[in-house]
Structures are given as C-alpha cells and as structure tokens.
Nanobody, 116 residues
Framework: QVQLVVSGGGLVQPGGSLRLSCAAS????????MGWYHQAPGKERELVAT???????NYADAVKGRFTISRDPAKNTVYLQMNSLKPEDAAVYYC??????????WGQGTQVTVSS
C-alpha cells in the first residue's frame, strides 16, 4: 500500500508562483514514475508533469517553461514548482505514482486558484 500526501496549493494572483509537495510513504525510487495531474471543473483529469525513477521529466505543452517537477529522495517527496501562473492553470491538482506492477496510486487533490 502506498500513501501520497499532498500539500501546497491555494490562491495566487496571475503571474504568481506556488509549490506543491507530494510526500510518499516509501522511496521515490520504488516508483516507475511519479507525476502531477490536474482537473478543472467540467474537464477530464490531465497530465501536468511526470518524473521517472531515473529522473527523466516530461511536461504538458501548456506548462513547459513555467512548471518544474523535481524530487527530494531524502524526503520521499516530489515537488511541482509552478511559476507565471495563469487563470487557465486553476484546477484541482493530484499527485500520482505508478509502482512496478503497473498499479497507480493517487494522493488527495489540492485546489489551485489563480485569480486577481
């Protein structure tokens, strides 16, 4: 069983920054990948960014150059640094992790609101 605890999120003005954290119950290297997804009202959940066990990162086109996914193995934590936030970035953000068996685990969502 894997637990993912998400923190961060909140209200920020357009152009502002937020950092999300996802603390896993075991080493980040035990996952095939970890990532962040978001879901806006009335829309499907979408990929934002992922980081593989080897450290390879992948981003949705809409966030490239603005968001950065990183990890701290000592803290079993993955981060999503979000800069230059836009109103269209507003959504509930979820952390996810895939184990070697192919099973996916999800953390609780955190609301990100971008508004002046």
């Amino acid at each position: 069983q894997v637990q993912l605890v998400v923190s961060g999120g909140g209200l920020v003005q357009p152009g502002g920054s937020l950092r999300l954290s996802c603390a896993a119950s075991r080493t980040v290297f035990s996952f095939t990948f970890m990532g962040w997804y978001h879901q806006a009202p009335g829309k499907e959940r979408e990929l934002v960014a992922t980081i593989s066990s080897g450290g390879t990162t992948n981003y949705a086109d809409a966030v490239k150059g603005r968001f950065t996914i990183s990890r701290d193995p000592a803290k079993n934590t993955v981060y999503l640094q979000m800069n230059s936030l836009k109103p269209e970035d507003a959504a509930v953000y979820y952390c996810a992790a895939r184990v070697l068996s192919g099973e996916d685990y999800w953390g609780q969502g955190t609301q990100v609101t971008v508004s002046s």
